[in-house]
Every structure is written in C-alpha cells, then in structure tokens.
C-alpha cells in the first residue's frame, strides 16, 4: 500500500548470459557504450569496442629491436614460413603484419591464404582491426594481415612488428605514430613478448619509447633473451646480469619481469652447453603460451572491468568540469585554471565519489587531450547510467565470472581427452617422438624402454628395503611405508600425490611393486620434475596390468 512513498525497491535481477562472448558484448552495448558516448570517452582515450574485439582469437604481440629474431621466433612456432615473411640481419620486416588462421571458403570448403593489405584489412568486421583506420595512410600503407592454414593458429593469432631502429636510423620519422599504435595492439593482446639479442642489450631510444607503451600493462610481458647459444655459459651470466639491469630501469615493477633463455630457431647451436637450460625454458615459455585460450575469456573480462572502472571516472572529470565553466563569459579563462588545477580536482571527485586516484588517467595525458576540447559539448552528470554501470560491475560481472568458471570446466575435461588448446607446429607433441616436450624426463622416463618396466632395474634395491617394512601376506601398511617415504624430506602434499598414484588398487596399502612404483616416483620427484596426475600407462605395476587386461608380452 505504500509502495507509492518507498519506491520500487526490488532490486534489479543480474542479466543471464548464453555464453561469456555475447554477454560481455551484450554489457558493453548495454551499459558501458552509452556512457561512453555521452562523455566523449573515445576522443580521450581508446576507440569503441566492435564485436570482432569480443570473438578474436588469444593474440600475441612481438616486440623487438632489428634482427632480434622476431620473424624466426614466429617462423619457429608456425614450422613454416607464412605469407609475406622476410628474415635478414638488417631490417627487413618493416610492416605490422597479423598472422592468422586463414578463414573457410564457403563454396569451395577450402582456407584462403595470402596476404590483406591494412586498407582493406581495417574495413574487414570480422577482425579487431578496424579502430586502426584511424591511424592515417602512412600507417595503413605499412600493415597486413597474412592468412594461412596452420594448427597453431586455429587457437592463437600473432602480430610481428617492425623492427625497432637504433643508432642514426631511430631519427627517420615513420609518417605515424609508432608508440601509440603499440599502445593500442597491446590494450587488445593476451600476450607481450620483447625479444633482446644477446649481442644487442643497448636500449635504442626508440625501443625506450616503445617500453613505455606497453610497460602499463607488465602483466601481460614476458622478455625472451634469443640467440643464447652465440655465447658460452659465462658471458651467458654476464649478459643476463646486464638485461636485468636495462630492464629495471625502463620496467619499474615491484616484481622481477620473467625472462625466458633460448635460441628460437632451427639451426644447430653454436655452444650447446647450455641445451637443456634450453629446453627447460622453451618448455616453460610454450606452456606460457598454451594457457592463453583457456585464460581468453577471464582477460577480456578483466579488460572490460577495467575499462567500466576508466568511463565511469571520466565520466566525474568531463561532468566537473561542465558544472564549473561560467555560462557566458570568461569561458577561455575559466577553462585554463580548470586544466591547471586538473591534479586538485582529481583528489576532490577521488573523496567526493569514493575512488582511488589509480582509476584515473594521467594527469599530463588528460591536460593534453583537454586543452584540444571543446568544453561547451561537455554534459551533466547522469546518475542513472553511472549506476548502471555499478549493477553490471556488482552483479553482471559476477554472473559471467561463474559462466567463466563452468567454461573452463568444460575445457579442462576437453584439454584432457584431446590436449592442449595450442597445438601444431612446435606445439606439437606425440607419444612416438622423442623430441617433443619432456619426451622421456621425469614420470615420462621408460615411455618406449626395451627393458620393460623401467621400475625393474632398482627393484631388487626397492625389495631390500620393502622386506624391512615387515610386509603381511606381501603388502605393508600406509604407516609402515611413511615411515621409509618421509626419509626423502619431501613434503607431505608430494608424498601423498606418491601415494595416490603408487597405491594403484585402492587398497590403502602397498604390494612389492607398488612399494616399488612409490620409491621411483619419489626420486622423480626429488630430481626437480613434477609428477602427472594420472599414472602414465608405462608406469603401471605389471600385475595391476595383467588384471586390468594389459597385453604386453615385455612383462
């Protein structure tokens, strides 16, 4: 009855999403886009969102001095060349080029390849690209996109940048802006990896530049020291000394940035001392690379929060600033002492409006950009659509973070039975190649071993020690085992996952060769490798085997 002096109160129920793309683009179009358009937000900071910027492939963007292998690197990946690569010692890929997996011909079934040229690349819907157009000819004249058919880019796409100038050569004026287009590409891309030669660690003022474009979001960068084998072990060290050095003082981050060690290409190594520091590092950089489709989604998500966060502040300056200009006279002056005393009013709206002075933009940046503004086209405050965007930041979000979750799920059960999301080219891993990923190391030791079980060759030392557990009716108890386990000083998590895999029956005991199975895979561990999830087939005790239908006469 009294609804009439209360209000409707019932609050509003959070929108319900089919699947994590459409509804990010359907908050956007909703919610976010409106205010953004209301307060100019896309002359000041970044252009408007299209949906090819929501269904994109994970993208990786290469950054790099001349001759630092950016080409290789990508040519490594693919294991074959891509329409439109050039390699050489001088600078040779002057273009920012996107390789991606080319699309289906629809009459003829087959994938197109070849080169797009960035005009008409940037009136393509279909790919992120189109807020590029605004960058000019000069710019478009040096991009591309290369389509080609490969299993690698069925999950990724990436982006090979010109090599970046040193010496006389970093004066040359592109016809474009390089560092805000750099800038761009890296508010979009999963991925930031800067490549160093390690005869070339001297950070060009170009390269600075193009440092401080992408340096705000660190998050996103991972630094590969390539060629490594053109130097021996000691001049390694010393080189990786002076690249941590350059770096702390362009990459001013609590944090130490990672740096993976390698030489990404297929020539023979120079000095192959260091192979399997090699290997290990590539391993761990493509595992890197391998999480980015399933962490695509929670990316443009957290993107999306963040940019939410970045209109709605705006949204407070460009509202201040109209409510503060005079209506008639002294508009010019007025408009001067409010850039002026821009960093006062961003501390006045931070306490006003309860939000960190982090979620604003740059002081200098905003006075820049203002003082080209037209603050007569500049509007009030509407209340209503900054709470819209605090209902989607409060409910809608969390809504698509749980979809995010059950995605994952679902993708995780799939990466199980089918592999990682990336695979092809030097992705590629099968059983029979002995060359693939830790082929052979670790838990995966004795895949093809001639001898059998490969647990068998230190079973007569592992019985010594299981016929001193007092074995009943040929099993030890789970407190008789520990007692021998815990003498490895792993701790008790590694020692359980033992447990689980060696205890193949169930039982909560141990047969001899169960026992047996505990003891190697402890030494597995206490070699540094990880222990899967899963006891691989060639691990199993052959007469767990035997039960369970195996049919291997080796045993």
Not at 24 to 44: A, T, V
Not at 176 to 199: M, P, Q
Request: aromatic share 8%; glycine share 6%; proline share 4%.
């Amino acid at each position: 009855m009294l609804r009439w002096l209360k209000g409707d109160q019932k609050e509003r129920e959070p929108e319900v999403f089919e699947n994590v793309a459409l509804g990010l683009k359907k908050l956007y179009k909703k919610n976010l886009r409106p205010l953004e358009d209301m307060y100019k937000f896309h002359d000041f900071h970044s252009p408007p969102l299209q949906d090819a910027d929501f269904d994109s492939k994970p993208m990786i963007l290469l950054v790099g001095q001349y001759s630092t292998g950016k080409t290789t690197f990508i040519r490594y990946l693919l294991e074959k060349d891509f329409p439109g690569m050039r390699i050489g010692p001088e600078p040779t890929t002057d273009c920012f080029i996107a390789i991606m997996h080319g699309d289906k011909d629809k009459t003829t079934g087959t994938i197109n390849e070849g080169v797009i040229p960035g005009n008409a690349l940037v009136v393509d819907t279909s790919k992120p690209f189109t807020a590029l157009s605004s960058f000019g000819n000069a710019f478009l004249s040096r991009l591309q996109c290369s389509m080609m058919k490969n299993e690698v880019l069925q999950s990724i796409s990436i982006i090979d940048t010109p090599g970046i100038l040193s010496g006389e050569k970093q004066r040359v004026n592109r016809g474009y802006d390089f560092s805000k287009v750099l800038t761009w590409l890296a508010e979009r891309v999963d991925r930031i990896v800067l490549l160093f030669d390690a005869h070339k660690l001297d950070i060009s003022d170009e390269f600075h530049e193009a440092l401080n474009a992408v340096k705000m979001y660190d998050s996103k960068i991972r630094v590969v020291l390539n060629k490594a084998d053109q130097v021996n072990t000691q001049q390694l060290m010393r080189v990786y000394g002076a690249l941590m050095w350059s770096l702390g003082k362009v990459i001013t981050t609590p944090e130490v940035v990672r740096v993976y060690i390698g030489s990404f290409w297929d020539q023979p190594l120079l000095y192959d001392d260091n192979r399997l520091l090699f290997e290990a590092e590539r391993n761990d950089l493509f595992e890197d690379i391998q999480s980015l489709p399933r962490n695509a989604a929670l990316r443009k998500l957290n993107d999306l929060i963040k940019r939410a966060r970045l209109a709605k502040v705006h949204a407070y300056i460009i509202s201040h600033l109209h409510e503060n200009m005079p209506s008639m006279f002294g508009k010019d002056k007025a408009k001067n002492k409010l850039i002026q005393d821009l960093d006062k009013i961003y501390a006045e709206l931070a306490n006003k409006h309860h939000v960190s002075l982090g979620d604003f933009p740059k002081v200098e940046d905003m006075r820049k950009q203002l003082k080209l503004a037209d603050f007569t086209k500049f509007r009030s405050l509407s209340t209503s659509m900054v709470q819209k965007i605090d209902d989607m930041l409060a409910k809608d979000i969390a809504e698509l973070m749980k979809l995010i979750q059950r995605e994952e799920a679902r993708n995780s059960e799939v990466q199980k039975k089918e592999g990682p999301a990336v695979r092809g080219g030097a992705f590629a891993s099968t059983v029979d190649n002995p060359f693939t990923n830790k082929w052979g190391e670790g838990a995966n030791a004795g895949i093809d071993y001639e001898g059998g079980w490969i647990v068998a060759d230190k079973k007569s030392e592992y019985d010594e020690i299981f016929m001193t557990l007092n074995p009943i009716n040929g099993k030890v108890k789970g407190s008789a085992a520990k007692k021998e386990m815990v003498k490895s000083k792993l701790p008790n998590t590694a020692l359980a996952k033992v447990w689980r895999l060696a205890d193949y029956d169930k039982d909560g005991m141990l047969t001899e060769e169960e026992f047996a199975l505990a003891m190697h895979l402890i030494g597995v561990r206490l070699e540094g490798h990880n222990l899967p999830d899963d006891l691989p087939e060639h691990l199993i005790p052959p007469a767990q085997r035997n039960k369970n239908g195996f049919n291997d006469e080796s045993y």
